[in-house]
């Protein structure tokens, strides 16, 4: 998984495993939770996730304390494949708990 950009306000992420609308859906869900973002959105073509936030919301130390388990999650996405895919989408739910309780959603 590449970060093509991250600074405040703006992450964009591509692998193919994003062409996957389980796995897309299930990133959707975990990143556009919080109210800071204002945008999740998907080139399916490119595989690449742009997620748009409220950066004075959401603080880039919150983002930065989470980067091992989106590393993690790039090293999945790496060896995607069918079989895989119930591994990446219980990481995408474990990050989703992760951001919930680092933003104090929970």
């Keep these: 998984m590449i970060v093509s950009?991250?600074?405040?306000?703006?992450?964009?992420?591509?692998?193919?495993?994003?062409?996957?609308?389980?796995?897309?859906?299930?990133?959707?869900?975990?990143?556009?939770?919080?109210?800071?973002?204002?945008?999740?959105?998907?080139?399916?073509?490119?595989?690449?996730v742009l997620v748009e936030y409220i950066s004075e919301n959401l603080p880039m130390e919150k983002l930065l304390a989470l980067k091992d388990e989106f590393f993690a999650l790039g090293k999945l996405a790496e060896s995607y494949s069918k079989k895989n895919k119930p591994v990446i989408l219980e990481k995408i739910h474990e990050i989703e708990k992760k951001i919930k309780i680092a933003l104090h959603i929970l």
């Design 5 to 48: 950009s991250f600074f405040p306000g703006r992450i964009r992420l591509r692998n193919d495993v994003f062409k996957d609308d389980d796995i897309f859906s299930a990133l959707y869900s975990a990143v556009g939770s919080h109210s800071a973002v204002k945008k999740v959105e998907r080139n399916e073509r490119t595989g690449s």
